[in-house]
């Protein structure tokens, strides 16, 4: 089954690597117009040529979503080029493990910034380019939001910030038609942020153990959900917070959680 995102203009924030590229490649072969932003122009460069040879119109500009400006003047490129928006995926993120008495008050601080201030920067400068009615907005979340997890205060505080906001805006955008929504991705596979929780083949032997359905995830997993949330077919769906994990979120991400806990304890003691 293929939905059809044709004369539709999509605009990925952090789209150039890992899940979201993964998002922005599943909205180039569904037809979609595409546009992305990240920090890194050699990785914008690279991501629009790769959704070109999709078959897709696409674009991209560099923006760092702590700085609100940036993101603006990139918005209003993307206006200018394509019209307005009929998808926007915050995704951009970072994120670290790191005990808590381990870990410094500007490295908590910098993964606030990013996680929650720049998805604030990101819906709040891009709700003027949004087609009203009928814009859809989905936030790349992740199951620290909702599960609390050894080594990642920082990242349980900020994407909890995430989901809230999802669900305020939901309500204070719906009377304008737009739906807003939380995805929130379980381990993928080949990807930076699972690199990141699971850096040892035996810790990633352990996340995949952890998954009820014993398989990690891949990106088009979680682009296939954006598909479906940003068509008609979900055109009733608005504030919700959906996992794509595999059931992970059930109960295997508490039992990996202890397991990198227990890896990054005896790290620090080694230290």
């Not at 490649?25 to 990240?38: H, I, L, N, P």
């Amino acid at each position: 089954m293929q939905l059809d995102f044709r004369d539709c203009t999509v605009v990925v924030v952090g789209g150039t690597s890992g899940i979201n590229r993964g998002i922005a490649e599943c909205f180039a072969k569904a037809g979609a117009r595409v546009a992305v932003a990240s920090r890194s122009e050699d990785k914008v460069e690279d991501t629009v040529a790769a959704l070109a040879v999709l078959g897709a119109e696409a674009m991209g500009f560099t923006a760092d979503v702590r700085d609100q400006e940036a993101v603006k003047t990139g918005f209003a490129g993307i206006e200018k080029a394509y019209g307005k928006f009929d998808v926007l995926v915050s995704g951009a993120a970072g994120n670290f493990p790191a005990l808590a008495n381990g870990m410094s008050a500007n490295g908590f601080k910098s993964v606030v910034d990013i996680d929650l201030l720049g998805t604030f920067h990101v819906l709040q400068a891009a709700y003027r380019h949004l087609k009203k009615p009928g814009a859809s907005i989905i936030n790349i979340s992740a199951p620290q939001a909702f599960l609390p997890m050894v080594a990642q205060a920082h990242v349980c505080a900020a994407k909890a910030g995430v989901d809230m906001i999802t669900r305020t805006l939901a309500m204070e955008w719906g009377p304008k038609g737009i739906r807003v929504n939380s995805v929130v991705p379980g381990p993928i596979e080949g990807t930076e942020g699972m690199q990141r929780l699971a850096p040892t083949p035996e810790l990633q032997k352990q996340a995949t153990h952890t998954v009820p359905l014993r398989r990690l995830g891949q990106t088009d997993d979680v682009g296939n959900l954006c598909l479906f949330l940003a068509s008609a077919m979900a055109s009733y769906v608005s504030g919700t917070v959906i996992p794509v994990d595999g059931g992970w979120s059930l109960a295997g991400a508490s039992a990996f959680s202890a397991t990198l806990g227990d890896f990054m304890m005896q790290t620090e003691k080694d230290v």
